[in-house]
């Protein structure tokens, strides 16, 4: 993932505010890069604009190669779905399905059998120390226990870009530690790159490469020691 | 995506079931209140309903409706009889009488007289007694209504006496009459013998009931009447629509109505329509989830459709089976028979809260499809 010189302002006139003033920022396979920045930084508008859901005026992202800012509507929402996985700060998973069918939601959206996706799901959970949980509804679930459903809903169709926003702003400091080690064990591998979200200065040991966001502009990008 | 909008739908199930009863209560509402204000304006013209044998009434150039009658003479019967394509013509005579029971119990009647020969006119449902009674003597049949205000209740009898008019008179049989508008008892006598109860002058009559030869149609043989005598001739629906009309046009009934329809339709469309809105928006943030996971905002619209059509067609059910249910279970009451529930109604309260939810569903797929990214990213 590539940014360069990326720029986005809200509104006109005097009440124009630029969120983003030229951002250049790359996440690469087989890293964890963390985006670290305060609130009203523009890191959302950021993740936005990499996830296709916003467009940026000025500057190019090119995400695995492609600007997602170029493809139509459905066109960016396939790319979506076969190329990035999300896992969301309050996670988003839909009460009424249970674990195992939250995290067959992307399969399911693909076009796959329920009873196929679901059972994907179950495989994929259990790696994640859930298989006892599978059946259970999220309102039931710990903190934990439902970023790791979100996990399995983010990785299950082996996406190529991960972005993960906030994802231990919701839990306590020993389980937002066990769910990063999780997530670097079972989300990175060569063939992935994981961009995450955040601005809990607990888990940047975790971090590959960490880009700081202030006033819409990357102040500093820092390697962690043995990456290039 | 149907599994997963299906237990979006079902998954919280106050929401759901509020959902179903929001649009019940709105179905029932609208679609009963229809059928009453539909079931009063077809009260007006019950009388001319009755009449089955005869396929044209006759009148007075100038009458407006039903109720407000100017006497014809026997002289405009032998008129009428002598056109072309009249089958038979017969004498209706349309009164008010006052009846009273032994006991002392009175009250304003509509006393209808019908053909001494043929008695057309006369109701052809009997609960009690038949038609040959009216053959008797200061004999008359009556309606539920006056026989359950003066009598008493089922079983239905006959032979007991009341004042009606000037005369006493004998109950000989009692007959399924439709309502009318007003619900005065209603009570049927031969056109001579209820000419001697009301006192009025003989050889008057209220209505010609004709009927056509074959081959003549009705519309033509009333174009005929009325060429031929002056008189107003029309077939029982267009009377009918006209009486119906008469009361649309000068009673405050139908708009007071109208107005009360019309709150039902704004409370309805207000009660289910906010509260699809409401549970769409409450799933705002699942559905901004599904649109950043990858779905596309084609699939999106398409199972907040299919959710739409869901508690529409459930709601719908459910609220016109009580309307159903609620005149099935009043249909024997006296106030209340004759209102029932039409197709025209049924049909038109389904458009109505289709177009409603659908408006809902509308305006809450534009939230979504085009969701605010933060609202994702950040709950």
Known sequence: ?228 | MRFIAWQMLTGDRPKYFGLILAIAFSTFLMSHQMSIFVGLLDRTRSQIRDVQDASVWVMDPKTQYVDEVRALSFQDLYYVRGVEGVRWAVPLLKSVARAKASDGTFRNSILLGVDDASLTGLPQKFLAGDWRALRLPKTVAVDRVGYEYFIGKPPYQTGQELELGTQVVRIGAVVDASPPFVNLPVFYARFSEALDMTGREPRQLSFILAKAQPGVSEEELCRRIQAATGLKALTSSAFGWDTIWYYIRNTGIPINFGITILIALMVGALVSGQTFSLFILENMKYFGALKAIGVTSRRIVGMILMQAVIVLAIGYSLGISLTALFFELTKDNLELRGFRLLPEVMLLTGGLVFVVVLMAAIVSVRRVVVVDPALVFRG
């Open chain 1, 1 to 228: 993932m590539v940014c360069r010189g990326v720029q986005k302002a809200f509104g006109s006139g005097p009440s124009r505010l630029e969120v983003l003033r030229g951002v250049d920022l790359e996440a690469h396979y087989g890293e964890m890069t963390f985006l670290l920045g305060p609130s009203g930084s523009g890191k959302t508008t950021l993740l936005s604009i990499i996830a296709g859901l916003l467009k940026h005026d000025e500057g190019s992202v090119r995400v695995l190669g492609k600007n997602l800012s170029k493809l139509h509507n459905g066109e960016a929402s396939l790319f979506r779905l076969q190329n990035i996985g999300f896992v969301f700060q309050q996670f988003n998973l839909i009460p009424a399905l249970t674990a195992a069918e939250n995290a067959a939601v992307p399969l399911l959206s693909a076009g796959w059998r329920r009873k196929d996706a679901i059972d994907q799901a179950r495989r994929l959970l259990s790696e994640l120390g859930m298989a006892h949980r599978a059946d259970v509804l999220p309102n039931k679930l710990s903190g934990g226990e439902q970023q790791r459903v979100a996990f399995a809903r983010a990785l299950i169709q082996s996406p190529r870009l991960v972005i993960c926003d906030e994802p231990t702003s919701a839990l306590d400091g020993p389980t937002g530690r066990h769910v990063m080690e999780l997530l670097r064990k079972i989300a990175l591998n060569p063939d992935r790159a994981v961009l995450v979200v955040t601005h809990d200065f607990r888990i940047l040991e975790f971090a590959d490469r960490i880009a700081e966001i202030n006033d819409g502009v990357i102040q500093k990008v820092t390697a962690a020691k043995g990456v290039s």
